[in-house]
């Protein structure tokens, strides 16, 4: 079977996006396979830092409560 078929097959079942059949086109499966693994290491390394900057925003947002709390508690002494 060849690419173009396993497009239209894929496609037929809505396996894959039309965009992504297209950048198949012309492509052997082992180039589209390395070429989505490659895309896949890049997501996975955008979600790793997207989710160390979710820890660092909340961390920071716990201390700036923490000197909320602090501010109050002064404030109210006066």
Known sequence: MTIKAN?????????????????????????????LSRELAQLRSEVARLDADLDESRRLNLRAAELLDIIYEQASKR
């Open 7 to 35: 497009q239209a097959d894929a496609l037929e079942a809505e396996a894959i996006r039309p965009e992504t059949a297209a950048a198949m086109d012309g492509a052997t499966l082992a180039q589209t396979v390395a070429r």
